[in-house]
């Protein structure tokens, strides 16, 4: 059955500007975009533009909040549970496809796959690999090893030393099912004992994990803040940098002449002042170092996009609630984006960097018919989420107001 979506003005997904057309999807393909079309089914899109399915490339659908004290007085399997939940809110947001940066393991990718649960397509990294005394190591000064993840065995361990066992880690997780590698090129801000600025692996371990995973036909994504660890990483080949937050002239020049991808990340450390704020309980030095990148991220990510840089949207937002991804996209836009560049962050150029792109990212005939319509101007990036009127994966609608009308005409056609 031919279903007609009519009426809307089309953000195809490349960057260029939007144009009024016609969208005609024939099972979860998309098979004419253009003007005059018809089908047999309609849907009336009057007022609102049409997109492709939004992508981030960095969440944690796993994650439920940063308060250390909580979880451990949760019951082990609620996570699961809680998972369920979360995959649905970012469905609802409009995101149909996502690359989960640790922790959901190939179980869950399976669970979304089959119709188990609703939520979007998943990419998984499955565990984030880092050097002992790492921002994956969950040593604590105390002794106690308190990890963010539970290791569980569907998942490796995460600590690895030396190009032997990254070689040994790598392979196991493309045995666990992982579509992505992950590696702490730095220390981080969620870690404790680590410090954001400070290089972590040797550029022999990380050409390891880079040609191990290239033998899987997989990319790497770089955990990488400080300017050591992200030069590093660059170096060693990964496709993305995350985070990026102490970029410098040489390193933007590196990136730009790699084609490195930049996923900003712009949300997660507003997210975890905004936990503190709440009252969330884990520890103070991470509070502190949370504060003290705010500026430097910002004024990084602007000197990134003025030079060019290529980005993807990511937002690794684990101090809130799952759901509010899209507030990246004005982040952007305040950090020198143009509204339709940003856009493109979060559709062509995510699936670019998935190696989805082929199949998703943009509006034409032959991609998957994965659509957000949104009420309002395109140019505004805010509130993106109360806008939605209508998310399409594979070709069903599966959330937004309009979903009910439509499923309404499918049945009365």
Partial sequence: ????????????GTGAAPAPADVVVDGDRIVEVGPGLDGDTRVDLAGAVLLPGFIDCHVHVTVDGIDTLKHLGDPYSLRYYQTVRNLGDLLDTGLTTVRDAGGADLGTKVAVDTGVVRGPRLRIAV??????????????????????????PGAPQPVVDGPDEMRLRVRELVRAGADWVKVAAS???????????????????????????????????????GGGGIRNAVRAGVRSIEHGIYLDDELIEMMCERGTVLVPTLLAPHSVLSAAASGAAFSEQSQRKVA?????????????????????????????PHGRNLEELDLMRAGGMTPHRALHAATGAAAALLGLDGDLG????????????????????????????????????????????THQESRTA
């Fill in 127 to 152: 565990t984030m690999l880092s050097q002992t005394g790492g921002h994956a190591d969950p040593w604590l000064p105390s002794g106690s090893c308190v990890p963010v993840l539970p290791v569980t």
């Fill in 187 to 225: 220390g981080g801000v969620m870690s404790p004992r680590t410090d954001p600025r400070r290089a972590q692996f040797s550029a022999e371990e990380l050409h390891a994990a880079v040609t191990e995973a290239a033998a899987a036909d997989l990319g790497v994504m770089a955990h990488a803040q």
């Fill in 362 to 405: 943009t509006i034409a005939p032959g991609k998957r018919a994965d659509l957000v319509a949104l009420r309002g101007d395109i140019t505004d990036l805010t509130g993106l989420r109360d806008r939605i009127a209508l998310v399409v994966k594979d070709g069903l609608p599966v959330a937004g107001p309009l979903t009910h009308e």
């Fill in 1 to 12: 059955m031919r279903t007609l979506y009519t009426g809307a003005t089309v953000f195809d």
């Fill in 292 to 320: 003290e990148i705010v500026e430097a991220h910002a004024d990084s990510f602007r000197r990134a996009i003025a030079a060019g840089v290529t980005v993807a949207m990511g937002t690794d937002a684990i101090g809130y």
